[in-house]
Structures are given as structure tokens and as C-alpha cells.
């Protein structure tokens, strides 16, 4: 996801190494405010609160890099989604996973992170009215405003949830495909995201989504720089730490293509999987 500001001074760059070493936890950790030493429930109160304001026309995040060139957003769809505009608009994300999840007639697809619901709705319309689309967001704020893009847009075969991706609210093997723009890089917990994703797929299920991918070579110091830009969370997972969660949920036919790049040590990326079976 794009940019987001740093909550305190506990996340500024020449404090961020001694602040999340877990020894200075406590001191660092102001009760009742997240900060980048604190554990996973403080992350995602940090991203709700962001995207929650994001959703009612507050400060949203950043979608250029530090050269000003647009990375994230709108302009990324191209022409895509013109039947859902308001939702495009609202964008976030640093791809368009739904121009590579190859959707067909009748499936069930399940967008992480759904936010304003581009995604969900551009899903909806290409599996037509025997599939679904759902929508999984922890945001309120979000999803009333998916589900508003929705009514706008006319499309009816779309569902919108409130859940974490790391505790997905859906049965095993219940969806076709799973997709999510710039999202994974916000968990605290990512490989667990990466094992309940495989856990609701299919046999023969897809998992294909925009992500941001971390250079192998990023020192600390940037990395602590990049934990400040993604929000104080753990920071985006490199090829190599993608593709050992990928395997170790299971899953197959590996594939991590770059798209272009969001800051001096980081890339989007296009992150392709499949679960093992014969689809269905």
C-alpha cells in the first residue's frame, strides 16, 4: 500500500533500530498508541486508523515515490475498470491483479484487503452473474464506501466482509481465485496471510496479487526507512523470504514478476501461485 506518515518519533529513521528491538519494547510502546516496536493487534490498528480516515476524505496516502512520479493509484487501471470509476479512483494499490488472475464465467473470487472495492468490482463484472466477488476488509469505513462504490457501479454479485486476512472468515476451499492489491506488505504476520489465502482456495485455485517486494541488499538502516513508509509495520518481504511462505502454504507454479519499481530498494510485483488439485 502506498505511503503512509509515521505515527510518532518512535519511527523516525535514526530512532527505528533500538525502538523495535524487542528490549526496548516497553519503553517504546505508548500505551494506547502504535508504534513500530508493538505487535501485530497494534499494526492493524495503526493501518485501520489510516485507512479508516483515508475512506472519509482525510489525509490519504502518498501515491508518488520521492521523485514524485505516480506509483500507486488510479492511474495504474489504465483503462480497466471504467464501469466502477468511483472505486478505481479510490485506489491505494500498487498493480491491477485482476489483469493477470485470468477470471473466467462463474468463479468465486476473493480480494484481501479490498478496500474502496475496485478490485471487487472489476471481478464481479468478469466472472459475470454465476460467479461472486468478495471483498475482505477490517476497515467499517472501507466497506461502506466499497459497498456505496457497489450501488453506484449497478453490480449485484459482489459480497463485502469485515475480517483480517490473517484470520480469513471463509470455509476451506471455498474460492476460485484469491487477489489483493498492496496489502500483504501491511500484515504483521504475512506468511500466515500467505497459509490462510492457500487454506480457502480450491483445489486448483489461483493466488495472484500486487505486492511490494523488498530488495535482498536492503541494509537496516533502510529498512527501518521502509518500515516508516509502510506504516511501522515489519516491512515488505523479499523475493526469496516470498517465495519459502508461498511453499511453505503449499503452494505451486511460483511465479514473481516485477512491474516497476516504488522506492530506491523496493519493486511492485506481480505474485502468481497456484494450490495443487484439479480445478473444479
Request: aromatic content about 2%; glycine content about 10%.
Amino acid at each position: 500500500m502506498a505511503e503512509l506518515e509515521r505515527p510518532d518519533d518512535c519511527c523516525a529513521v535514526e530512532t527505528q533500530r533500538d525502538c523495535c528491538a524487542t528490549a526496548e519494547k516497553d519503553a517504546c510502546c505508548t500505551p494506547g498508541v502504535p508504534s513500530c516496536g508493538c505487535g501485530e493487534d497494534d499494526v492493524r490498528e495503526l493501518v485501520r486508523a489510516r485507512y479508516a480516515a483515508a475512506a472519509g476524505g482525510g489525509a490519504a496516502p502518498a501515491l508518488t515515490d520521492r521523485r514524485g512520479e505516480e506509483v500507486f493509484g488510479s492511474s495504474l487501471y489504465g483503462g480497466a475498470g471504467e464501469d466502477a470509476r468511483d472505486a478505481v479512483e479510490a485506489s491505494l494499490g500498487c498493480g491491477v491483479p485482476t489483469a493477470v488472475a485470468d477470471l473466467a464465467a462463474g468463479e468465486t473470487v476473493l480480494d484481501l484487503g479490498s478496500g474502496a472495492g475496485a478490485d471487487v468490482l472489476i471481478s464481479a463484472r468478469r466472472v459475470g452473474p454465476g460467479g461472486r466477488a468478495i471483498g475482505l476488509d477490517m476497515t467499517d469505513e472501507m466497506l461502506d464506501l466499497a459497498r456505496r462504490n457497489a450501488e453506484r457501479a449497478g453490480i449485484e454479485n459482489v459480497e463485502f466482509r469485515k475480517g483480517y486476512i490473517e484470520e480469513i472468515p471463509l470455509p476451506d476451499a471455498s474460492v476460485d481465485v484469491v487477489i489483493s492489491n498492496c496489502v500483504l506488505n501491511l500484515s504483521g504476520d504475512k506468511p500466515k496471510a500467505i497459509r490462510e489465502a492457500a487454506r480457502v482456495l480450491r483445489p486448483g485455485g489461483r493466488f495472484a496479487i500486487s505486492d511490494v517486494i523488498a530488495d535482498p541488499d536492503m541494509d537496516e538502516l533502510t529498512r527501518a526507512d521502509m518500515q516508516q513508509w509502510t506504516g511501522c509495520v515489519a516491512g515488505a518481504l523479499t523475493r526469496e523470504e516470498f517465495e519459502r511462505a508461498l511453499v511453505a502454504a503449499g503452494l505451486i507454479d511460483l511465479e514473481i514478476r516485477e512491474t516497476h519499481r516504488v522506492h530506491e530498494h523496493a519493486v511492485a510485483a506481480i505474485v502468481r501461485a497456484s494450490k495443487p488439485g484439479a480445478a473444479t
